[in-house]
Each structure stands twice: as C-alpha cells, then as structure tokens.
T-cell receptor, first 117, second 112 residues
C-alpha cells in the first residue's frame, strides 16, 4: 500500500545546483501539493495542482517550479539552489468526496530532506 | 486571510497526564478542521477531523470539538503515553477551497 512516495529522501546540493524532487501517488487523487517544513514555521505551501496539466502558486513559490504531466506525479524543481532552500519537503495529495468537492484530508509522503551548502 | 494559531511548545508531560493543546482559527468561509500528527522521521498523518460546528472528532483516545463561537479546536487526551510523543499540527480547509492551512505545530514529549 504505497500511498504517496517521494524521491529522493535525502540530498545535499551546492549553491547554484539544480535538482528535481519526485512525488508519486497511487490513490488516483486529483489534488497534489508541495510543502516545506522549517522549525517553528509549520508547513508552508509552495505550489499545488488541482488536476493533471495544472499548477498554481502557493504561499512561498519563489525559487521553485513544478509540473504535473501525469495525474499520479507531481515534480518540484529547484533551478538554482540557495541555502535558504535547506528544508524538509513534503508532498501531499487529496481527493474529492462523493459531493465532488475536495475532502480536505491530506495524505503525506515521508519527506525529502534537502541541504544546500 | 485564513490562519491557524496553536500553542507553542514544547509540551512536556509525564505518562498518564492529561493533555490539552490549544488551537484557534480565523477563516472567511465554513472550514473543516483537522489535527495531524508527525512522529519522528515521518510525514504527517491525519489524527482526527471535524467538518461542522459542534462536531467532535476522535481517534486513538484523542478528541477535539469544533467550537464555532470561540473559533477553537483544542486537542485533548485523558491519559498520554510515551508513544504519543510527536509534533501535532492543527489545520483548516475551507469548503470548496484548494488549500489546507497549518499551524506552526506543537511538540509533545511524554516521559515515562
């Protein structure tokens, strides 16, 4: 029962390098999200997607790009990593209920810890 | 805008003590309210939820009641265990919206 899977789980980058975090969900959920978690700040929304081929900015989108070419995958890219992007990144997904509206319950991956030197 | 405020931690309790973690919210619509728990090294998982005023969510001995008049959703447990040590997040999701808003999290330590 995979649920939401994130890869890689750990990564160390040098300033200016690029990388992509991959999120895959096998629950056929419409909505997918990328959050970052920093001490004392809870979870902050980076970008989200309400369906295949769609993306939207969240609370802290600068320095990140995303793509959702397939319904089950949501990619988070860092084009030029900065030390301020050192964080733990969480992907999450949610579904629509019988009413067709988003249920609000999020299913999370285990996180990807990124360190930028 | 919508927001969630929860009590700062860490909270340190002895086993079998009573737990309360306060959570208040502001929202423009009629939100659903959630408590998520994060165990060390893991992602968040849903602990309980309530979708309308006066609803009580409960799970694993934890409870929270949706209080519209005080815009609160406080988490309680009558007798905590060492295994309850984790970070607890209060969150809201406005009906029909696309986003979930999280509080800053409260770390709980339970001593044997």
């Amino acid at each position: 029962n995979a649920g939401v899977t994130q890869t890689p789980k750990f990564r160390v980058l040098k300033t200016g390098q690029s990388m992509t975090l991959l999120c895959a969900q096998d629950m056929n959920h419409e909505y997918m999200y990328w959050y970052r978690q920093d001490p004392g700040m809870g979870l902050r929304l980076i970008h989200y997607s309400v369906g295949e081929g769609t993306t939207a900015k969240g609370e802290v989108p600068d320095g990140y790009n995303v793509s959702r070419l397939k319904k089950q995958n949501f990619l988070l890219g860092l084009e030029s990593a900065a030390p301020s992007q050192t964080s733990v990144y969480f992907c999450a997904s949610s579904s629509t209920g019988t009413s067709g509206r988003r249920t609000g319950e999020l299913f999370f991956g285990e996180g990807s810890r990124l360190t930028v030197l | 805008g919508d927001s969630v405020t929860q009590m700062e931690g860490p909270v340190t309790l002895s086993e079998e003590a009573f737990l309360t973690i306060n959570c208040t919210y502001t929202a423009t619509g009629y939100p659903s309210l959630f408590w998520y728990v994060q165990y060390p090294g893991e992602g968040l998982q849903l602990l309980l939820k309530a979708t309308k005023a006066d609803d009580k969510g409960s799970n694993k001995g934890f409870e929270a009641t949706y209080r519209k008049e005080t815009t609160s959703f406080h988490l309680e447990k009558g007798s905590v265990q060492v295994s309850d040590s984790a970070v607890y997040f209060c969150a809201l999701s406005v009906t029909g919206g696309f986003k979930t808003i999280f509080g800053a999290g409260t770390r709980l330590f339970v001593k044997a």
